[in-house]
């Protein structure tokens, strides 16, 4: 138990943050990377499910991750995106709307490539997947080729269905229904 007359040290690690108190007592700060695509940091609108993440993270006593933070580097972008996931305990992904911005001189885009590190390395992964009104071809074919053929074939179809039944709504109420 934390006594108020505890004084309080804390040092970045690379597997986390070590909360040292006064009487050699340390607490370890599991780290969260948290992947996503930028349009994921603004959606919905009035309340980011990333802004979610990164609280509910914060609140669970863990460190979130997260690209917003990151500063321009000399390097190569995504070699520390890699590094950064492997300096985590957890990683976690909003996977939304979009298959996101690839990766330059690749096939594939930064969290498809920050999946796979995670994977590779071993990382708990917990993934989040939002649904929209519109179907992104290379995130379908993402969601093949890292969750496989069977979890394509079972939400593939639902995504196509909401973005038909939405855009059928839309439609009417912007051209005024059937005549």
Do not use: W
């Given at each position: 138990?934390l006594?108020?007359s505890?004084s309080?040290?804390?040092?970045?690690?690379?597997?986390?943050?070590?909360?040292r108190?006064?009487?050699?007592?340390?607490?370890?700060?599991?780290?969260?990377?948290?992947?996503r695509?930028?349009?994921?940091?603004?959606?919905?609108?009035?309340?980011?499910?990333v802004?979610?993440?990164?609280?509910?993270?914060?609140?669970?006593?863990?460190?979130?991750?997260?690209?917003r933070?990151?500063a321009?580097?000399?390097?190569?972008p995504?070699?520390?995106?890699?590094?950064r996931?492997?300096?985590?305990?957890?990683?976690?992904m909003?996977l939304?709307?979009?298959?996101?911005?690839?990766?330059?001189?690749?096939a594939?885009?930064?969290?498809?490539?920050?999946?796979?590190?995670?994977?590779?390395a071993?990382?708990?992964r917990?993934?989040?997947?939002?649904?929209?009104?519109?179907?992104?071809?290379?995130?379908s074919?993402?969601?093949?080729?890292?969750?496989?053929?069977p979890?394509?074939?079972?939400?593939?179809?639902?995504?196509?269905?909401?973005?038909?039944?939405?855009?059928?709504?839309?439609?009417l109420?912007?051209?005024?229904g059937?005549?």
């Amino acid at each position: 138990m934390l006594e108020l007359s505890q004084s309080v040290t804390s040092k970045a690690t690379a597997s986390g943050v070590d909360l040292r108190l006064s009487g050699g007592h340390q607490v370890k700060t599991s780290r969260v990377f948290v992947s996503r695509t930028s349009d994921m940091a603004r959606y919905p609108a009035g309340g980011s499910f990333v802004q979610a993440v990164l609280n509910a993270t914060a609140r669970a006593g863990m460190a979130p991750v997260d690209m917003r933070y990151f500063a321009a580097r000399d390097g190569q972008p995504a070699d520390y995106c890699q590094q950064r996931v492997r300096e985590c305990d957890i990683y976690l992904m909003v996977l939304g709307l979009r298959y996101g911005s690839l990766v330059p001189g690749e096939a594939v885009s930064y969290t498809e490539l920050e999946f796979a590190e995670a994977t590779n390395a071993g990382l708990p992964r917990l993934v989040f997947l939002v649904v929209g009104p519109a179907v992104d071809v290379k995130l379908s074919a993402m969601h093949a080729g890292l969750f496989g053929r069977p979890f394509a074939l079972r939400f593939g179809p639902a995504t196509f269905v909401v973005a038909t039944v939405v855009a059928t709504v839309v439609g009417l109420v912007v051209l005024g229904g059937a005549r």
